[in-house]
C-alpha cells in the first residue's frame, strides 16, 4: 500500500474512533454534578477551582475590571494556562444563562474539553512520532493501546490539568524531533512549550536531562561546537522563562508572585511528604497503583525497555533518546521522592507507552522468523512477536477494566454512601434543615449547596480548636477519616499536631465530642449536634 495511502487511511481511522471516544467520555462525566457541593464529594480536586472560574467569566461591572477578574484568579496551585482555557471552555454556557445555576453542563464541558480532549491531542501526536502513520495497523492499534490504559480513562473523568500538561509535554518532545539537532527555530519553540507547560504544572523542569543530552548529542556529532553549545543553553533557559511567564503573566506582579511560589512549596512539600501523615514512597508503595492503573510488572518492564530497544535499533532513536532521558529524571522523582499518584506517572508512562511501536512486526518479516535469517535476528523477530502478545492481552484486561470503569462511573450518584448518608441526616435532622447554622463537614460529605446551612470544612487535621474557633452547631465527620487519623501505623508529619487531633478524633470515634450529642452514626459517617441544640429540639 502507498504510503500516503496508509497515512490517509490512519487518519480518517484515528479522526473517527477519536471522535467516537469523546462522545463515550460524555454519558459518565455527565453524572454526579446537581451542584459544586456533590462534585466535591466525588472529586475536591474539582470542587475547590471551581468557584474561581466562574468568577473569571462574570461581568464585574465594567471591562477593565472584568478583564482583571479574569487574569487574577486567585487560586494559584496550578498554571493560568489551565484556568484561561477553562474558563472559555464554559463561556458558551452563559448563552442559556448564569454558568452557576448549570453547574451539570459546566462540568461536562470542563471534563471534555479540559481532560478528554487534550489527552487525546497528546496520544495522537505521540502516536504520530512514533508510526508516522505509514502503517495503518501499527498506528490504530498503539493509539488504542494507550487510549485504553485506565490511568488514561481516569484522569478523563476529572476536570484536572493532567491532559493540557501531558499535551505540552508531548508536543516539546515533537518540536525537538522536528528541529532533529539543526539547533534552529524548532528548538526554541520547544523551549517555549517547555517554559508553558512548567507554567501548568512545573513539570518543565524535569526536561532539564533531555536538553543535557541533546545539546551533549549537537557536540558530538560537530553540529555545533562549544560556544555554540553554551549559548543554545542559555537561550534555552531564557525562552523558557520567557514561555513561563506568557503563561502566567502575574508572576510579573510581586503580591500574586509571593503566593504562587509559596503555594509552590507547600504542594511539592505536601506531594513528597504527605498531608498531615507520612506517605509510604518508593517503588514498593508505588507498586499498586502502577498495577491498577498502567499494568502488570512484565508489560511494565517491556514499556522501560522500550526505548533502549529504540535507540539500539536505531527506530526513531532521537525520539526514543529524548523519551527515556524525560522519563528517567521524571520517573525517579516521582517513584522515589513523592507520593504516587497515577496522574504524576501519567506524563512519562503516556511517551514509554508510544515507544511500543519498535515491538511490533511488520506481518511481511514474520514468515521469514524461520526463513535463512540469522540466529539474533530471527530471536528480535520471536521477541516483537511474544511482546505483541504481551501487550494484546494486556490491552483486554485494559478495556474490561474499563467498561467496568465506565459503567461505574455512570451510574455513580446513585449509590454513593456520602449521598445516602445525608439523606439520613436530613431525616434525623429534619428539624434543623431549613434553620440557618454553621455546620462542619468533611470534605467529602454531602450537603447539597441550597441548604440553610453555612457549611464550613478543612482540609487539615482536626482539632478541638477547630470548633471552639468557629462553634458550629452540627459536625458530619467521616469514619474513613477517623480510622485514617486512629492507625497507629501512621507518623504524623508534625507529631504534636497529629497527638492533638487524635484526642479529638477518639472521642468522636466513641461518640463522645466534648459540647456535642451523637445522633446518627452508620458505616460512612457520623452526625453530632451540639448540646443547647439538641437539648432544645430533640430532648
Known amino acids: 500500500m502507498e504510503k500516503s495511502k496508509s497515512m490517509s487511511i490512519t487518519i480518517w481511522i484515528i479522526v473517527l ?14 453524572t454526579a454534578s446537581e451542584d459544586i457541593a456533590m462534585v466535591g464529594v466525588f472529586e475536591p480536586d474539582e470542587s475547590m477551582p471551581l468557584p474561581y472560574v466562574l468568577d473569571m467569566i462574570k461581568p464585574a461591572g465594567s471591562l477593565g475590571k472584568t478583564i482583571r ?13 489551565y484556568f484561561a482555557y477553562s474558563a472559555v471552555s464554559i463561556l458558551p454556557v452563559k448563552l ?20 478528554v480532549v487534550p489527552l487525546l491531542l497528546a496520544v495522537i501526536l505521540v502516536v504520530y512520532m512514533q508510526t508516522g502513520f505509514k502503517s495503518v495497523w501499527k498506528s490504530v492499534f498503539l493509539y488504542l ?48 512549550v517547555c517554559g508553558f507547560s512548567t507554567g501548568v504544572k512545573q513539570n518543565g523542569l524535569f526536561f532539564v536531562l533531555t536538553i543535557a543530552v541533546y ?15 553554551v549559548f543554545l543553553s542559555i537561550a534555552f533557559i531564557a525562552i523558557m522563562l520567557i ?20 503555594i509552590f512549596e507547600k504542594n511539592r512539600f505536601d506531594t513528597s511528604m504527605g498531608y498531615g501523615v507520612f506517605y509510604p514512597r518508593g517503588i514498593k508503595a508505588a507498586g499498586p497503583t502502577l498495577i491498577n492503573y498502567f499494568g502488570n510488572w512484565i508489560y511494565l518492564v517491556l514499556a522501560g525497555m522500550a526505548p533502549i530497544f529504540g535507540i539500539i535499533c536505531n527506530r526513531n532513536r532521537l525520539l526514543n533518546v529524548i523519551i527515556l532521558s524525560w522519563s528517567l529524571v521524571i520517573g525517579v522523582y516521582v517513584l522515589f521522592f513523592s507520593l504516587v499518584k497515577f496522574q504524576y506517572v501519567l506524563p512519562f508512562a503516556l511517551p514509554l507507552f508510544s515507544s511500543f511501536a519498535v515491538y511490533l512486526p511488520d ?15 530471527k530471536l528480535w523477530q520471536v521477541f516483537t512477536i511474544v511482546s505483541t502478545c504481551v501487550i494484546t492481552l494486556q490491552f483486554i484486561g485494559y478495556v474490561q477494566s474499563d467498561i467496568h470503569s465506565i459503567v461505574q462511573r455512570t451510574e455513580r450518584q446513585a449509590a454513593h454512601p456520602s449521598i445516602l448518608f445525608y439523606e439520613k441526616v436530613e431525616d434525623k435532622l429534619a428539624p434543623l434543615i431549613d434553620r440557618e447554622l454553621v455546620a462542619y463537614r468533611d470534605v467529602r460529605l454531602y450537603v447539597p449547596d441550597n441548604s440553610s446551612w453555612e457549611i464550613i470544612f478543612s482540609f487539615e487535621l482536626l482539632d478541638y480548636g477547630f470548633f471552639e474557633e468557629h462553634d458550629p452547631e452540627v ?10 487519623y486512629l492507625n497507629p501505623n501512621v507518623t504524623g508529619i508534625d507529631p504534636a499536631q497529629l497527638e492533638i487531633s487524635r484526642e479529638f478524633y477518639m472521642d468522636a470515634d466513641v461518640g463522645n465530642i466534648t459540647g456535642y450529642t451523637l445522633v446518627l452514626r452508620d458505616d460512612f459517617g457520623l452526625a453530632f449536634v451540639r448540646d443547647d441544640i439538641y437539648l432544645e429540639i430533640f430532648d
Not at 153 to 179: E, Q, R
Not at 243 to 258: A, T
Not at 369 to 374: A, H, I, K, N, R
Not at 475 to 484: A, C, K, N, V, W
Open 215 to 229: 545539546l551533549l548529542w549537537g557536540l558530538l556529532s560537530k553540529q555545533i561546537d562549544l560556544k555554540r553549545a
Open 145 to 192: 493501546v494507550i487510549l485504553a490504559v485506565p490511568a488514561v480513562v481516569s484522569n478523563n473523568f476529572w476536570w484536572h490539568p493532567d491532559g493540557i500538561n501531558v499535551l505540552l509535554i508531548v508536543l516539546t518532545m515533537f518540536f525537538l524531533v522536528k528541529d532533529d539537532l539543526s539547533f534552529g527555530k524548532f528548538f526554541y519553540l520547544a523551549a517555549f
Open 96 to 115: 442559556i444563562g448564569a454558568p452557576e445555576a448549570q453547574i451539570p453542563l459546566v462540568m461536562v464541558l470542563l471534563r471534555q474539553l479540559v481532560s
Open 69 to 81: 477578574n479574569f487574569f487574577a484568579y486567585e487560586y494559584y496551585f496550578y498554571g493560568f494556562p
Open 363 to 377: 506481518f511481511a518479516r514474520v514468515k521469514q522468523v524461520f526463513s535463512g535469517e540469522g540466529l539474533p535476528a
Open 17 to 30: 474512533l477519536s471522535i467516537v471516544y469523546v462522545i463515550i467520555f460524555w454519558f459518565p462525566n455527565a
Open 475 to 484: 459536625i458530619l465527620l467521616m469514619q474513613q477519616r477517623l480510622r485514617d
Open 243 to 262: 514561555g513561563l511567564i506568557v503563561s502566567n503573566p502575574l508572576l510579573l506582579l510581586s503580591g500574586p508572585r509571593q503566593r504562587y511560589i509559596a
